[in-house]
């Protein structure tokens, strides 16, 4: 893939005409992730989870953690769904990443799957290359709702609206289908090449000295008609006409 033409293509859309240097930064992670999962050949998943990080993220491209204090977080004390079976556990693990890694269980399976511990350091989930991991590892596996990528793309089928499903519901489905398909024009092109090359500049080539082709020719003289011109040159044959026999 030329991410240099999948960046001049999200520069237009979905993005509003600019990208910043950690946008760019934050999308490398989630296409290194990619590259390394090389098994994976279906791009709208990969778009899917461009434009889930787009709306998520409020478009930074970046881990974020989820907003509130300690007496927002407190909502999630004692629920045993998310493995928050200690006091604190609801503050300690709330929602951080790219797709809001949310509860100690899953903070577990995280650790597990990256061979990170994260329950000792939740804050590591916000580091670009871990919250990637997870992302892709948790939309593929259905760690968030139990659905999956593979439940919405899929040989030909392609739900951009339900796979919204994978994260919460149908919150913004249609806004974030929207996302998505643009992101996918966008890693088609890129992969296919049809975006513009840029111009490869040719050697100048000095031209020798002893070339010929290169040297300025002599004009030939032409022979001087003399001051009577073509009448001179007349008279002059008559002359020898006349007397010039013996």
């Known amino acids: 893939m030329r991410r240099d033409a999948f960046f001049a293509a999200v520069r237009s859309n979905p993005f509003p005409g600019t990208l910043t240097a950690t946008q760019v930064s934050g999308m490398e992670a989630i296409l290194d992730e990619w590259d390394q999962r090389r098994v994976m050949n279906d791009l709208r998943w990969l778009a899917y989870m461009l434009a889930t990080t787009y709306h998520e993220t409020a478009r930074t491209m970046q881990p974020i953690r989820e907003k509130g204090g300690a007496s927002y977080f407190k909502r999630y004390e004692g629920r045993k769904d998310l493995g928050n079976t200690s006091p604190g556990d609801g503050i300690k693990f709330h929602g951080r990443g790219y797709v809001q890694l949310t509860g100690k269980s899953n903070y577990v399976r995280a650790s597990k799957k990256l061979g990170v511990d994260f329950v000792a350091d939740p804050d590591r989930v916000m580091e670009p290359k ?22 919405y793309f899929k040989d030909g089928k392609a739900d951009w609206k339900n796979a919204r499903r994978i994260i919460n519901g149908l919150d913004k489905a249609d806004t974030i289908a929207v996302y998505g398909k643009a992101f996918y024009a966008a890693l ?49 044959v008559i002359v020898r006409a006349l007397f010039g026999r013996r």
């Open 130 to 151: 871990h919250a990637a991991t997870i992302m892709f590892a948790g939309m593929m596996e259905g760690w968030f709702t139990g659905k999956k990528l593979g439940d």
């Open 188 to 236: 088609q092109s890129a992969a296919t090449g049809d975006m513009s090359a840029p111009e490869t500049p040719q050697p100048s080539v000095k031209p020798s000295p002893d070339d010929p082709g290169t040297k300025p020719q002599p004009v030939p003289e032409r022979p001087s008609a003399g001051p009577w011109g073509g009448l001179g040159n007349l008279l002059a």
